[in-house]
């Protein structure tokens, strides 16, 4: 950390999960307290049956008992890896995917191959291709909110990606932690789609919504190809599941409070911090500097300057109090070092507005400096 830069001061855009949100962590605590006084049998049942009537009613169909609730989103996809992969597999990804997921794939041994594509989603022609080469345990996809793009897939292209898996038997597994913050309801209405036997669906309440709560789930069908048993006992990493009294806080919460209302509080607060940051951004009239305007989510992806480097850029901006994640750890192979992440979602306007400026400069310093060179 720079000099004179407080550790409280520093405006994080890294992303992760924020300390507050719209039930805030003293009102969790206390819901959390309350429950532990009064067990309620079947609370992981109870719970199942009211997300599958209500958020997941697409994904869970006629199969309540296909979900299990993990430790947020990037538990839920450690739970499958650690069910059916092994040191040396292979799972097919998009070029430009999820951060954790890479490292997910890369700390347990497997090889992370890219599929060509485009916004519109995974190349079916080329995923075949692939599959037919690499013989791969899984493939791992993000159609219905991109991270870091939040860009939404063409339904065209999720069928026939889903059918290209089904005909080769391999596991199709969907990360969808981002598809409650589509920011247009009609977009998120039509990217809802049935889960089918081959296909698992992993997601989360999202980051912001209850505060202390990092709760996810993993989503399928019976008779899938590769499908992993969904019983406790037959858990290896029992630790990546969430815990009973949390469950049971949730469950209690939603009878109290409907999840839905607090989702379009969440979305509509996201969507207005993005465009303050994207005005705040146009405004400085940075040269060459660019980004994907996403259908939803909670982050924007940023293209820099040519030559400029998102490592490089994170450390002078560091210095001035700004920090975010680089572009380059997103890609699964042939990284674009001149990009960067932003999560605005968590940022106040007085934090968008100083922590742009401090971009700005920060970007201004290193052109100044190859100019002068």
């Not at 407080?6 to 962590?25: D, F, H, Q, T």
């Not at 191959?113 to 022609?125: I, K, L, S, T």
């Not at 069908?221 to 037959?234: I, K, L, Q, T």
Request: hydrophobic share 40%.
């Amino acid at each position: 950390m720079g000099r004179g830069v407080a550790v409280n001061s520093v405006i994080n855009w890294m992303g992760g999960w924020p300390k507050e949100g719209l039930i805030s962590a003293a009102d969790w605590e206390e819901r959390v307290e309350s429950a532990a006084i009064v067990p309620e049998p079947y609370a992981e049942e109870k719970l199942r049956d009211q997300l599958a009537a209500s958020l997941l009613k697409e994904k869970a169909g006629e199969s309540v008992s296909r979900i299990r609730f993990t430790m947020g989103a990037d538990g839920a996809l450690a739970w499958i890896v650690s069910q059916l992969l092994a040191p040396g597999d292979v799972v097919l990804t998009e070029k430009l995917t999820s951060r954790s997921a890479l490292q997910l794939f890369r700390k347990a041994g497997i090889k992370a191959v890219a599929v060509d594509g485009d916004r519109r989603g995974m190349d079916p022609e080329a995923l075949t291709r692939a599959l037919q080469r690499y013989r791969p345990k899984l493939v791992y996809v993000s159609p219905a909110c991109t991270d870091p793009e939040g860009i939404s897939w063409s339904r065209r292209r999720r069928t026939a990606v889903q059918a290209e898996c089904r005909k080769a038997g391999v596991l199709l597994v969907s990360d969808d932690r981002q598809e409650m913050l589509l920011y247009d309801p009609e977009a998120a209405r039509l990217s809802q789609v049935r889960l089918e036997p081959g296909m698992l669906s992993i997601g989360q309440l999202p980051p912001g919504l209850i505060a202390g709560l990092r709760i996810g789930w993993i989503a399928g069908v019976e008779n899938g190809a590769g499908m992993p048993s969904m019983a406790y006992e037959d858990c290896p990493r029992k630790d990546l599941l969430a815990g009973a009294l949390e469950q049971r806080t949730l469950s209690r919460l939603i009878e109290d409070q409907p999840i839905e209302p607090l989702l379009d509080m969440l979305r509509v607060q996201c969507r207005e911090r993005l465009r303050l940051m994207t005005e705040h951004l146009h405004r400085q009239g940075i040269a060459d500097l660019a980004w994907v305007e996403p259908q939803g989510g909670l982050h924007l992806w940023i293209s820099l300057p040519p030559g400029l480097d998102g490592e490089s850029l994170l450390r002078g901006a560091w210095l001035k109090g700004v920090i975010f994640q680089p572009g380059a750890p997103f890609y699964a192979d042939s990284p674009c070092a001149n990009t960067i992440r932003i999560t605005h979602a968590f940022a106040d306007e007085r934090q968008i507005k100083m922590g742009v400026s401090k971009l700005a400069e920060s970007i201004g310093e290193f052109m100044g400096r190859w100019s002068r060179n």
